[in-house]
């Protein structure tokens, strides 16, 4: 089974940026979600095994973009313009490998999970 480990997560002023990384190697399709304190788990992106397909949420569309390297080991999320509501928790999760169903946008549809990442955003 696939391991994943994010990094990237910090703390950031109203505007501001992160990169979070996702270690992960193998042809998966892959999400990124996140959860506030009090809220249910959120869909943000999701990316194809192949890295040419992306999915996103309809709150971060426009300001993140999804990415996977080439050689398969790691998928980014690039956060621009962050607002304090981006703050919570950032996960990233696998998929089925060589999946060519729509990408999922589900929380149960994801397995494994990574541990999460802290991303505060300040107003």
């Known amino acids: 089974q696939v391991q994943l480990k994010e990094s990237g997560g910090g703390w950031v002023q109203a505007g501001g940026s992160l990169r979070l990384s996702c270690e992960a190697s193998?042809?998966?399709?892959m999400g990124w979600f996140r959860q506030a304190p009090g809220k249910d788990r959120e869909f943000v992106a999701a990316v194809r095994w192949t890295g040419r397909d992306t999915a996103y949420g309809d709150s971060v569309k426009g300001r993140f973009i999804i990415s996977k390297d080439h050689d398969e080991s790691a998928m980014y999320l690039q956060m621009i313009s962050l607002k304090p509501d981006d703050t919570a928790v950032y996960y990233c999760?696998?998929?089925?490998?060589?999946?060519?169903?729509?990408?999922?946008?589900?929380?149960?549809?994801?397995?494994?999970w990574g541990q999460g990442t802290q991303v505060t955003v300040s107003s």
């Open positions: 999760a696998a998929d089925d490998p060589y999946s060519v169903r729509p990408l999922a946008r589900k929380p149960d549809e994801y397995a494994p």
């Open positions: 193998g042809r998966y399709n």
